[in-house]
């Protein structure tokens, strides 16, 4: 019997099985290996030969951060380079969505309750995608934003922060609010602030940087563009006399029981505007505590009938035409009968002899009317237009109107009774006083100004000191005689507001009381006084209109408000009286 061989080898079949199952592993994970280079070749493909810059941009964006840098608001001066609008340090809150989404709603409401800010679209910026910067409330007062994220810290959220941005400050409160104008949450709302937004907003800067696990990247990416501040605008308000003015005007209108009122503060000879005054007021820190309607400026805004202040204007006319003089001679009865409608004057009296001054000084429509006749309605128009009635004196402020003065040509003859003392037609204040002006000006027209040299208004329009204007409307010899007749007006032998009289001054003036215009009727009055001083060499004209006072007229009402304001006027910039008599024009015959 033979013994086993040695050393025998594994049978084939096992050692076949072994290689098989080896080779095909290697063939699976060659495979597998193959699938995933392609996977990255065809990403690779995509990222750089596809659209490569789009992707790099957003790798980019989402580590890129871009906040604005304010540009500081230009402050808005008085005459005398005081403040009456300013920007004072103030926070803008921001919050950072990825810190702040999962507990958007909690820190909403804190916000919303803090700031005033609408709970829906704050509640949308914490939970802004792939966002790291969204504003939720700018120029904040920075004890109000302080406080707010105080408050959302001690809650225990976090993401929520502040920046520097400048506040808007009025350090006068009320002080010409009506001509500044106020700032809202988004920018300017209303008043110069608005006009002369472009000068006075600049333009804000911006800082880009990379950022890395919330934190800025030394050696990153870092552009800025510095800010650009804006423009100081500087008005011919003074803002004493403003302030002295307000009070006096607030004073009258309170004391009369009236609706509103304004007073118009004009230098003479440079036709700068010295106060625009407005009552009811409000304060340009907190506007939205006063009505809608006393936001504006009805210096301005406002259209009403002159009344007899108008009359000054008229007579200027008559005589600059060689129609009258101030002695003409009038015969006055106690009443007019016109194209069916009866013209009475403000008392009653029997047929009287007057002067044209004693028209005026007694303020006698009958003898106004009377003394018109013989001067057409397109010469009067013609002569009232030059004085700058019937069209905006762009002094500029938003909301002006141009008032209504009818075409001459196209007056009736009634139309032409009315006109001649201040009905039937309208004006704003600013107008009138201009107008006013003009006679106490050696019967020069200038242009009313607000602001110092000249600015431009968002809507092109250049104004200020260095555009003003100029016309000659009537001779200086009968300017000298208008305001020596309406020196009579105060006359207490003669006219009608002796309350107007200043100690030592020879003043000039005219009342006015007119029926007020309301919805095709006619309710109420507009009571009014005009004037200048000295009245032989004028310096300051001043124009005060209280509208629906309880009782009394432009003598009693207008007249005492345009003392005080005048003798403050007078005594601040060192009117020394002139030391002449005054007017002795005859007012009867």
Same mark, same amino acid.
């Given at each position: ?5 040695r ?12 290689? =098989?199952?080896?080779?095909?592993? #290697?063939?699976v ?5 193959a ?5 990255f070749a ?7 030969a ?22 500081a608001?230009?402050?808005i ?17 921001i ?26 679209? /704050? ?14 409330? %700018?120029?904040?007062?920075a ?23 400048? +506040? ?23 008043? #110069?602030?608005? /006009?002369?937004?472009?000068q ?5 800067g911006?800082? &880009? ?6 934190n &800025?990247?030394p050696?990153?990416e870092?552009?800025?563009t510095?800010p ?5 605008l500087t008005?011919?308000?003074?803002r004493?006399?403003?302030?002295y003015?307000?009070?006096v ?6 004391? @009369? ?5 304004v @007073? ?5 000879l ?11 007021? $409000? ?19 406002? +259209? *009403? ?6 009359? @000054?204007?008229?007579?200027a006319?008559?005589i600059?035409?060689?129609?009258v ?11 007019l ?7 009475g ?5 029997? /047929?009287? &002899?007057?002067?044209?001054? =004693? ?23 013609? *002569? ?31 139309e032409?009774?009315?006109?001649? $003392?201040?009905?039937?037609m ?13 006679i ?27 555009? %003003?204007?100029?016309? %000659?409307?009537?001779?200086e ?12 007006v105060?006359?207490?032998?003669? =006219? ?5 009289q ?14 007020r ?18 009245a ?5 004209t ?12 432009? =003598? /009693?009402?207008?007249?005492?408000a $345009? ?9 601040? $910039? ?15 015959w």
């Amino acid at each position: 019997m033979s013994s086993p061989a040695r050393g025998r080898r594994p049978a084939p079949t096992l050692r076949r099985a072994r290689r =098989g199952s080896s080779q095909l592993r #290697m063939r699976v994970g060659m495979l597998v290996i193959a699938a995933v280079l392609s996977v990255f070749a065809a990403r690779l493909v995509q990222l750089q030969a596809v659209d490569p810059g789009q992707y790099a941009a957003m790798a980019a964006e989402r580590g890129t951060r871009e906040v604005v840098l304010p540009a500081a608001r230009g402050d808005i001066l008085d005459r005398n380079g005081d403040p009456l609008a300013a920007s004072i340090d103030g926070l803008m809150v921001i919050a950072d969505p990825s810190q702040t989404a999962d507990d958007a709603a909690e820190i909403a409401r804190l916000l919303a309750d803090g700031l005033g800010a609408d709970y829906f679209a /704050t509640l949308e910026k914490l939970r802004e995608d792939d966002s790291r910067y969204e504003y939720i409330a %700018r120029r904040v007062p920075a004890t109000t934003a302080l406080q707010v994220v105080d408050q959302v810290s001690e809650a225990g959220f976090q993401g929520v922060y502040t920046e520097i941005d400048p +506040v808007r400050d009025y350090p006068a409160g009320e002080v010409a609010a009506n001509v500044l104008g106020f700032m809202g949450t988004d920018g300017p709302l209303a008043g #110069m602030e608005l /006009t002369f937004d472009e000068q006075l907003a600049g333009t804000d800067g911006s800082a &880009r940087y990379r950022v890395g696990g919330g934190n &800025r990247i030394p050696l990153g990416e870092n552009s800025t563009t510095d800010p650009v501040d804006g423009q100081d605008l500087t008005l011919t308000i003074d803002r004493d006399v403003q302030w002295y003015t307000q009070q006096v005007l607030r004073d009258t209108v309170e004391g @009369a029981r009236a609706e509103s009122g304004v @007073a118009v503060v004009q230098d003479t000879l440079t036709g700068e505007i010295i106060a625009l005054a407005d009552y009811p007021t $409000f304060d340009a820190n907190n506007p939205l505590l006063a009505p809608e309607s006393d936001l504006g400026s009805r210096a301005l805004s406002d +259209v *009403y009938e002159p009344g007899s202040v108008q009359k @000054a204007l008229t007579m200027a006319a008559l005589i600059d035409a060689g129609l009258v003089s101030p002695e003409t001679q009038v015969e006055v009865p106690p009443y007019l009968e016109r194209q069916g409608r009866r013209i009475g004057d403000y008392w009653d009296h029997e /047929t009287l &002899r007057l002067t044209l001054a =004693g028209i005026l000084a007694k303020s006698s429509n009958i003898g106004t009317v009377l003394a018109a006749d013989d001067m057409s309605s397109t010469a009067l128009d013609a *002569y009232f237009r030059s004085f700058g009635l019937g069209s905006r004196t762009d002094i500029g402020v938003r909301g002006e109107t141009s008032g209504i003065l009818p075409a001459g040509e196209g007056w009736s003859d009634m139309e032409h009774d009315r006109i001649v $003392f201040g009905q039937a037609m309208s004006v704003n204040a600013v107008q009138m006083t201009s107008a006013i002006n003009a006679i106490a000006n050696g019967g020069v027209y200038i242009s009313p100004s607000l602001v110092q040299g000249t600015a431009t208004t968002d809507d092109g329009r250049t104004v200020g000191t260095g555009a %003003r204007e100029t016309h %000659r409307v009537v001779s200086e010899e009968t300017a000298t005689a208008t305001a020596e007749m309406m020196e009579r007006v105060v006359d207490p032998a003669a =006219g009608v507001a002796e309350a107007a009289q200043i100690p030592g001054y020879r003043v000039a003036g005219k009342t006015g009381t007119a029926q007020r215009a309301v919805e095709g009727g006619y309710e109420g009055t507009s009571v009014s006084f005009a004037g200048f001083a000295p009245a032989d060499q004028p310096r300051f004209t001043v124009y005060v209109v209280v509208h629906d006072p309880a009782s009394g007229g432009g =003598g /009693t009402v207008a007249a005492p408000a $345009f003392n005080r304001i005048m003798s403050h006027v007078l005594r601040k $910039f060192a009117v020394e009286p002139t030391g002449a008599p005054a007017s002795t024009l005859p007012v009867e015959w």
